[in-house]
């Protein structure tokens, strides 16, 4: 008896095989070095909202600092950068994402380069840039308003796209 076509098995079998090489040959590095940032941006913008709940909560200033390129500090946290992120930017990037209109100079437009969290809830306005090896850049944001409340920003093609 002669079989016409391939069974269902034989034609999943194939695709694995297939998408088994194209991972194998396609390069991880830029996905993990998305990953690790992200991660890094992750860290910082839950411990600013763990700070501004403390604040709320005491009834005092929290204040986050950035004492060098590759760390953060806050009362309760001291935290480096993995090894190829920073706080950076690429060339001629323009800023702050929500309306980027002027080149950022400074990765830390935050004033005195800290992140001051208020007793009422207000989080001081700025931005903290970030950036790693490959040129990948994200951003965390506190824009000026009555009510406080940060964005993550993921710069992509030449535009800010924001995270949820």
Avoid at 63 to 87: G, I, K
Avoid at 133 to 143: F, R
Wanted: proline share 6%; aromatic share 10%.
């Amino acid at each position: 008896m002669t079989r016409v076509g391939y069974l269902l098995f034989e034609l999943l079998v194939v695709l694995v095989l297939i998408a088994i090489v194209a991972l194998a040959t396609m390069g991880t590095g830029s996905w993990q070095s998305h990953q690790l940032l992200r991660y890094e941006v992750d860290t910082l913008y839950y411990a600013i909202i763990a700070a501004s709940q403390r604040a709320l909560c005491r009834g005092t200033l929290e204040r986050l600092s950035f004492p060098t390129r590759t760390s953060w500090r806050s009362a309760a946290t001291e935290h480096t950068l993995a090894e190829s992120v920073t706080f950076g930017t690429i060339p001629q990037l323009k800023g702050p994402p929500s309306h980027p209109v002027t080149t950022v100079t400074d990765p830390i437009s935050f004033v005195g380069h800290g992140i001051i969290c208020y007793p009422n809830g207000q989080v001081q306005p700025g931005t903290v840039y970030f950036t790693d090896e490959q040129q990948h850049v994200y951003a965390i944001t506190c824009p000026v308003s009555s009510i406080s409340y940060m964005r993550r920003y993921r710069y992509v093609d030449g535009r800010w796209e924001r995270l949820p």
